[in-house]
């Protein structure tokens, strides 16, 4: 019996492999001959998709909510951004899966961002369910480790100042929420979703800091944390890239001005063997052998280089300041001492002049600005 399950294990992984490899050639075939990915296209249905949802949710006939589907397709197909890639099935309409890549701003600079679309039999009343391919990070306070993605368009998060789901496809709809994933989640600051990011346990008086520089620093520092996630995550997806999109994460992570630019986002302190093997080699599997895991020590090393420089920069501003304080100072008393002497001048010669002979207040001042003159 055990040496059967062996068997059919063996013979379902050589199927997998089977079917990578064609899904590979498939797709290289079509990158070489349009030069591009496509922005959205729909693919022969595999019934291991499948697996993963309930069969209530499969659709076999033309009914109305097959039919929004399939306006969501065309919605898709014509607006899609160049950031923003689709699959949709064939057989199996209810499902789509979507990549975001990430832009050139920290943190979230050149990472791809898997989602799995799933319409419930609820739609088009209900929005689409959304999970989020975390790979175990979590990248932002509103993409959660399960794979929830916290959205008012999705109604799994309330917030006033943002629209809730539609029924309406003209209103609501699959591209807009990938374009508000895009645009309220993977953003440039993070650090300010989080909840309570803006209360104090007790409250300081504004002259104690600079509340929006203690702000922006936080946020500075968040999303050096984050985009070592970002680069973790990177790594689990080169490792098991999502059906389909096999052959899309490795010319993604091939591309050499993409290696460049991911090597210019980050000083290359967090991940540098990470960094260093996207330059030297060509092929990804080259790339993964040769990728070793920063140990803790150089980790620590890397955080005490950068926390050294921070204080040689801090020690340098410190010593400026004090030689512009100083030289200040020095003008001031300068000063000070020649207001002092004039004024000495100015008492020793009334005091002349009155010990002589009293003049008159109107006669002194003339007299005064003659001796002035011949002083």
Not at 182 to 187: A, G, H
Not at 340 to 349: A, I
Not at 357 to 365: C, F, G, M, R
Request: overall charge positive; aromatic content about 10%; proline content about 5%.
């Amino acid at each position: 019996m055990r040496s059967s399950e062996v068997h059919q294990g063996r013979k379902m992984e050589s199927s997998e492999d089977r079917g990578k490899e064609n899904r590979l050639k498939r797709d290289e075939e079509e990158f070489l001959r349009q030069k591009k990915f496509n922005q959205f296209d729909v693919i022969e249905n595999d019934d291991r998709l499948a697996l993963h949802f309930d069969e209530d949710h499969r659709v076999g006939q033309e009914d109305f909510r097959t039919q929004k589907i399939m306006e969501e397709w065309r919605i898709l197909k014509k607006g899609l951004p160049p950031t923003i890639f689709v699959r949709a099935y064939k057989g199996h309409y209810d499902f789509l899966r979507a990549v975001i890549v990430g832009g050139k701003s920290m943190p979230y600079c050149h990472g791809l961002f898997f989602f799995d679309i799933n319409f419930p039999s609820s739609y088009p009343n209900k929005p689409p369910v959304v999970t989020y391919r975390s790979c175990g990070f979590r990248l932002h306070p509103n993409l959660e480790l399960d794979g929830k993605v916290c959205l008012s368009l999705l109604d799994t998060s309330k917030k006033e100042s943002e629209k809730e789901w539609n029924k309406d496809l003209s209103k609501s709809n699959v591209l807009e929420v990938l374009l508000s994933i895009q645009e309220r989640i993977l953003n440039s600051k993070p650090y300010f979703d989080k909840p309570n990011k803006r209360t104090l346990p007790v409250p300081l008086p504004s002259w104690l800091y600079d509340e929006k520089k203690m702000k922006e620093e936080k946020s500075k520092a968040y999303n050096e944390g984050i985009f070592a996630l970002n680069c973790q995550t990177m790594l689990k997806i080169m490792l098991k890239p999502p059906k389909d999109f096999e052959f899309f994460v490795a010319q993604c992570f091939r591309d050499r001005d993409r290696a460049k630019a991911i090597l210019h986002a980050c000083p290359g302190d967090i991940y540098p063997k990470f960094y260093q093997a996207f330059l030297k080699d060509e092929s990804l599997s080259s790339v993964l052998e040769n990728f070793q895991s920063p140990s803790l020590l150089e980790l620590q090393k890397a955080k005490g280089k950068k926390a050294k420089k921070n204080q040689d920069v801090k020690d340098s501003k410190a010593k400026t300041n004090q030689d512009v304080k100083g030289s200040k100072a020095k003008t001031n008393q300068d000063v000070k001492e020649s207001k002092m002497k004039k004024n000495q001048r100015v008492n020793d010669l009334r005091y002349l002049h009155r010990s002589e002979t009293v003049i008159p207040d109107e006669e002194y001042e003339e007299e005064l600005r003659a001796h002035k003159v011949r002083l």
